[in-house]
C-alpha cells in the first residue's frame, strides 16, 4: 500500500501518543505537522535532492514528522544519535559531505547550516490530503550508520520500497493491524527504533506511542507505563529482558502481559535461559526475531512455530540460504547498498553475506554464531557463541561475552568477560574454570576469566566487543 492510501484510509484515527507533550494525533494531525514542517523549513533554507541532512534529535513527535518531510520531498537524511558526543557528530557532518543539520538544541561551529526544530513555525494551515507530494519510493533516501559491535560503522543506504516490502511480510505473518499498538523503547535514530517500533507501525495503520529511550531507571514503572497507554506490540532488547527478569517485582505486570499480542526481541541475541526466565515468569512468550541494519527482518517465530530451542530464530523469510555454514540473502531482498563518502557512490555484492553462520531444518532459521567472531586456536576454530551458551546454565552468571585475544603460543586464545549476580556467594573464577575443564573440550577451554561491573553496550544494546577487548587488555597487563 502505498503512504497517501494509509494517510487516506486512516484520517481520522488515531496515530501517535506522544508520551512527552501527553498529546494525540490522527493521521491527518500528523501529515498536516508534515507538511507546515516542510514549508517551514523551505522559508529558512533552501534544500535541494543533492544535498544530505543529518538528524539530531531526541525521541518525538517531530523527529517522526522530520523522516517523513524526507520521504515527502526525496530529501536524503542522515540520522545520528542524541548519545553521539559532538566532535563525534562533526566528523560526521565532514566525512558524508552534510550540507545542513536539524537538531532540538542550538548548534554552533560545526561549519554547516544548522536548524533547531524549536525555531520553526509548525502549527496553522490545514492541507487536502490530495495535495501530498508524489512520493519516489526506488531512490535511497534513509542513510543509517551501523553499530560497528563487530566492525568498523559503516552507512547503510536504504529506499522506501525496501521498509515497505519487508515490513507488509512481517506484518503479513504476524497479523498486526489497525488495532494493535506499538512504543518506541529505543532511539528513533537507529534501526529498530525507527523502523521496528516507529515506521513499522505506520505500515500495519496501527497506532504508536512515542516516548524517551528506556533507561534502566524505569525498569519498575515499565508495566504500568505500557499498561497507561495500552501498548499491545512491544519490541524490547535482551539487556531489557534480563532486567526485567532479575528486578521487576510489580505483580501487575503478569496481568497485563496476558493483555500483549506479541513480545518480539530484537538488536541481538537473546540467551535461551532469559527466553525460558521470562516465559515462566510472565506467562508469556518472548518471539524471537533476526534482521540486520542491510537486510531488516531476515526470519522471525511465529505463534505456530515458537520453540525454546538454543539459536533458534525463526521462519525465514523468502531469499535467504545458506552456503557453507554462512547465512546469505539474495541481493534483491536487502539493502541498495553501502555508502561511500569519498566516492558518493554505492555498492554491494550480487548475494549478501550477513556474517553469520547458521543452518535451516524443519524448524527454521538456526544462527550459530557470528563468522568473524570466529576464534581460531592452534588452528581450531572456536565458536565464542556456543561457549557463551554453555556457561549461561551458570546461575551465578548475569552476564557474558568471550572474545579472542592474541596469543604468543597459539595465535589466538578465548578470554572471559562476565557480571555475576552477587547474591550468589561462590568463588566465581574457581567454579568457571572447573566448569570450563569439565564441560567444554580441552583445546577450546578457557582459562582467562575478568569479572566486570558491567559489559560496555553500544548505541544498539548490543554487547561493544572492541571495548570488551581494550578492557581485557588493560585488566590482565
Same mark, same amino acid.
Given at each position: 500500500?502505498?503512504?497517501?492510501?494509509?494517510?487516506?484510509?486512516?484520517?481520522?484515527?488515531?496515530?501517535?501518543?506522544?508520551?512527552?507533550?501527553?498529546?494525540?494525533?490522527?493521521?491527518?494531525?500528523?501529515?498536516?505537522?508534515?507538511?507546515?514542517?516542510?514549508?517551514?523549513?523551505?522559508?529558512?533554507?533552501?534544500?535541494?535532492? %543533492?544535498?544530505?541532512?543529518?538528524?539530531?534529535?531526541?525521541?518525538?513527535?517531530?523527529?517522526?514528522?522530520?523522516?517523513? =518531510?524526507?520521504?515527502?520531498?526525496?530529501?536524503?537524511?542522515?540520522?545520528?544519535?542524541?548519545?553521539?558526543?559532538?566532535?563525534?557528530?562533526?566528523?560526521?557532518?565532514?566525512?558524508?559531505?552534510?550540507?545542513?543539520?536539524?537538531?532540538?538544541?542550538?548548534?554552533?561551529?560545526?561549519?554547516?547550516? %544548522?536548524?533547531?526544530?524549536?525555531?520553526?513555525?509548525?502549527?496553522?494551515?490545514?492541507?487536502?490530503?490530495?495535495?501530498?507530494?508524489?512520493?519516489?519510493?526506488?531512490?535511497?533516501?534513509?542513510?543509517?550508520?551501523?553499530?560497528?559491535?563487530? &566492525?568498523?560503522?559503516?552507512?547503510?543506504?536504504?529506499?522506501?520500497?525496501?521498509?515497505?516490502?519487508?515490513?507488509?511480510?512481517?506484518?503479513?505473518?504476524?497479523?498486526?493491524?489497525?488495532?494493535?499498538?506499538?512504543?518506541?523503547?529505543?532511539?528513533?535514530?537507529?534501526?529498530?527504533?525507527?523502523?521496528?517500533?516507529?515506521?513499522?507501525?505506520?505500515?500495519?495503520?496501527?497506532?504508536?506511542?512515542?516516548?524517551?529511550?528506556?533507561?534502566?531507571?524505569?525498569?519498575?514503572?515499565? =508495566?504500568?507505563?505500557?499498561?497507561?497507554?495500552?501498548?499491545?506490540?512491544?519490541?524490547?532488547?535482551?539487556?531489557?529482558?534480563?532486567?526485567?527478569?532479575?528486578?521487576?517485582?510489580?505483580?501487575?505486570?503478569?496481568?497485563?502481559?496476558?493483555?500483549?499480542?506479541?513480545?518480539?526481541?530484537? !538488536?541481538?541475541?537473546?540467551?535461551?535461559?532469559?527466553?525460558?526466565?521470562?516465559?515462566?515468569?510472565?506467562?508469556?512468550?518472548?518471539?524471537? !526475531?533476526?534482521?540486520?541494519?542491510?537486510?531488516?527482518?531476515?526470519?522471525?517465530?511465529?505463534?505456530?512455530?515458537?520453540?525454546?530451542?538454543?539459536?533458534?530464530?525463526?521462519?525465514?523469510?523468502? &531469499?535467504?540460504?545458506?552456503?557453507?555454514?554462512?547465512?546469505?540473502?539474495?541481493?534483491?531482498?536487502?539493502?541498495?547498498?553501502?555508502?561511500?563518502?569519498? %566516492?558518493? !557512490?554505492?555498492?554491494?555484492?550480487?548475494?549478501?553475506?550477513?556474517?553469520?553462520?547458521?543452518?535451516?531444518?524443519?524448524?527454521?532459521?538456526?544462527?550459530?554464531?557470528?563468522?568473524?567472531?570466529?576464534?581460531?586456536?592452534?588452528?581450531?576454530?572456536?565458536?565464542?557463541?556456543?561457549?557463551?551458551?554453555?556457561?549461561?546454565?551458570?546461575?551465578?552468571?548475569?552476564?557474558?561475552?568471550?572474545?579472542?585475544?592474541?596469543?604468543?603460543?597459539?595465535?589466538?586464545?578465548?578470554?572471559?568477560?562476565?557480571?555475576?549476580?552477587?547474591?550468589?556467594?561462590?568463588?566465581?573464577?574457581?567454579?568457571?574454570?572447573?566448569?570450563?575443564?569439565?564441560?567444554?573440550?580441552?583445546?577450546?577451554?578457557?582459562?582467562?576469566?575478568?569479572?566486570?561491573?558491567?559489559?560496555?553496550?553500544?548505541?544498539?544494546?548490543?554487547?561493544?566487543?572492541?571495548?570488551?577487548?581494550?578492557?581485557?587488555?588493560?585488566?590482565?597487563?
Amino acid at each position: 500500500m502505498l503512504i497517501s492510501d494509509i494517510f487516506k484510509s486512516n484520517k481520522n484515527r488515531v496515530f501517535i501518543i506522544d508520551s512527552v507533550e501527553e498529546k494525540s494525533y490522527s493521521y491527518f494531525d500528523f501529515y498536516n505537522l508534515i507538511m507546515n514542517l516542510s514549508k517551514s523549513i523551505s522559508d529558512r533554507v533552501e534544500i535541494n535532492k %543533492s544535498e544530505k541532512i543529518a538528524l539530531y534529535l531526541d525521541n518525538s513527535i517531530y523527529l517522526a514528522a522530520l523522516y517523513f =518531510w524526507a520521504f515527502f520531498n526525496g530529501i536524503k537524511i542522515f540520522p545520528i544519535s542524541k548519545k553521539t558526543p559532538i566532535g563525534q557528530v562533526y566528523n560526521i557532518l565532514i566525512e558524508y559531505k552534510i550540507s545542513t543539520i536539524i537538531s532540538d538544541v542550538d548548534l554552533h561551529n560545526l561549519d554547516v547550516s %544548522s536548524l533547531n526544530i524549536k525555531d520553526l513555525s509548525l502549527s496553522g494551515r490545514k492541507y487536502r490530503l490530495d495535495s501530498m507530494p508524489s512520493i519516489d519510493y526506488d531512490t535511497p533516501i534513509l542513510f543509517l550508520l551501523t553499530s560497528g559491535s563487530t &566492525g568498523v560503522p559503516k552507512c547503510v543506504a536504504h529506499n522506501l520500497s525496501n521498509f515497505i516490502n519487508n515490513g507488509t511480510s512481517f506484518i503479513n505473518m504476524h497479523n498486526i493491524g489497525r488495532n494493535d499498538r506499538f512504543v518506541t523503547l529505543l532511539e528513533m535514530s537507529y534501526m529498530a527504533g525507527f523502523y521496528n517500533m516507529f515506521f513499522l507501525s505506520f505500515i500495519a495503520q496501527s497506532s504508536v506511542v512515542i516516548k524517551p529511550p528506556f533507561h534502566a531507571g524505569n525498569i519498575f514503572s515499565f =508495566w504500568s507505563e505500557l499498561k497507561k497507554v495500552e501498548v499491545n506490540i512491544l519490541w524490547i532488547v535482551p539487556s531489557i529482558i534480563k532486567l526485567l527478569n532479575q528486578l521487576d517485582r510489580d505483580k501487575e505486570g503478569a496481568k497485563y502481559c496476558q493483555l500483549i499480542k506479541y513480545i518480539f526481541s530484537c !538488536t541481538a541475541n537473546l540467551s535461551l535461559q532469559d527466553k525460558v526466565d521470562f516465559s515462566e515468569k510472565y506467562t508469556k512468550n518472548v518471539y524471537n !526475531t533476526y534482521g540486520l541494519s542491510e537486510t531488516l527482518f531476515v526470519s522471525s517465530e511465529k505463534s505456530d512455530s515458537h520453540y525454546n530451542v538454543d539459536n533458534y530464530v525463526g521462519q525465514p523469510f523468502p &531469499g535467504v540460504y545458506i552456503d557453507n555454514k554462512k547465512i546469505y540473502i539474495k541481493s534483491n531482498k536487502v539493502f541498495e547498498g553501502y555508502y561511500d563518502p569519498d %566516492s558518493e !557512490t554505492l555498492f554491494k555484492e550480487s548475494s549478501f553475506n550477513t556474517g553469520d553462520t547458521g543452518f535451516i531444518n524443519n524448524k527454521g532459521l538456526f544462527v550459530t554464531g557470528r563468522d568473524k567472531d570466529i576464534i581460531i586456536k592452534g588452528g581450531i576454530n572456536i565458536n565464542p557463541r556456543a561457549l557463551e551458551s554453555k556457561f549461561r546454565t551458570l546461575d551465578f552468571i548475569k552476564d557474558i561475552c568471550i572474545v579472542g585475544m592474541k596469543d604468543d603460543i597459539f595465535g589466538e586464545k578465548p578470554v572471559c568477560a562476565l557480571t555475576i549476580n552477587s547474591n550468589i556467594r561462590v568463588d566465581y573464577i574457581k567454579e568457571m574454570k572447573e566448569f570450563s575443564s569439565q564441560n567444554i573440550p580441552s583445546d577450546s577451554a578457557i582459562n582467562d576469566f575478568v569479572i566486570l561491573d558491567s559489559l560496555p553496550l553500544n548505541n544498539n544494546n548490543k554487547v561493544d566487543k572492541f571495548k570488551v577487548v581494550e578492557i581485557l587488555l588493560q585488566r590482565l597487563e
